[in-house]
């Protein structure tokens, strides 16, 4: 069974400096990884789509990296903006012909302190 | 283009009681998921559907059940209410036309069991 590891849970940065989130799976068997923003008492926002054959997305300040391997992936975001205050889950999507279930982490909470 | 809608947005029902959550989209999207969110916890997929007429369970289906008589309806069912199925619950959808679309997400419904 797929297990998706967010570490840390909370995060709180002044303004300004670059955020560092992590996700780590346990089954490499991967078909794509996909991470999400979820704001309170809101729904789930696709960010970035990171195939599996891809090692990298990115989309203005953010970007994310894949090592399917390892079984990790890190989604940075350069110069954190108050507005960037959220939740941010990732999930992965298992390499297997018609499954199109997602497995997600807990989630980190990112604060950026004006 | 309203995306995926869920209704109601709050509900609270007594234990036994039932109810039906209500989710529909208007991307002609062929795929539609239930999920559950617990406090610290990532979603877990309830029951999913492939396509109108055809269901099946996920993750956590055990309490719940689902129809898809329209490719726009998804509604998800509460029989007998319990306590431990207090949670955020989310639909969502996705279209067939390749693994590597992200999910579409609604903003979620608030449920208490008391």
């Known amino acids: 069974k797929q297990e998706v590891t967010q570490i840390p849970a909370a995060l709180s940065v002044p303004e300004g400096e670059n955020l560092v989130l992590n996700c780590s799976f346990t089954d490499s068997a991967i078909y794509n990884l996909q991470w999400f923003r979820q704001d309170p008492g809101k729904g789930l926002t696709s960010l970035l789509l990171?195939?599996?054959?891809?090692r990298e997305q990115t989309s203005g300040r953010l970007n994310a990296s894949l090592d399917k391997s390892s079984g990790r992936s890190t989604l940075y975001i350069a110069a954190s903006q108050p507005g960037d205050s959220a939740t941010y889950l990732c999930?992965?999507?298992?390499?297997?012909?018609?499954?199109?279930?997602?497995?997600f982490g807990a989630g980190t909470t990112v604060t950026v302190r004006a | 283009n309203a995306g995926v809608t869920q209704t109601p947005k709050f509900r609270i029902l007594k234990i036994g009681q039932s109810m039906t959550l209500q989710c529909t989209q208007d991307?002609?999207?062929?795929?539609m998921y239930w999920y559950r969110q617990d406090p610290g916890m990532g979603l877990k997929l309830i029951y999913y559907s492939v396509g109108a007429g055809i269901t099946d369970k996920g993750e956590v289906p055990n309490g719940y059940n689902v129809s898809r008589s329209t490719t726009e309806d998804f509604p998800l069912r509460l029989e007998l209410a319990a306590p431990s199925q207090t949670s955020v619950y989310f639909c969502?959808?996705?279209?067939?036309?390749?693994?590597?679309?992200?999910?579409?997400f609604g903003d979620g419904t608030r449920l208490s069991i008391l």
């Open positions: 990171i195939q599996s054959s891809q």
């Open positions: 991307m002609n999207h062929n795929y």
């Open positions: 999930a992965v999507r298992p390499n297997r012909s018609n499954d199109y279930k997602l497995s």
């Open positions: 969502a959808s996705s279209p067939p036309t390749g693994r590597n679309e992200p999910q579409h």
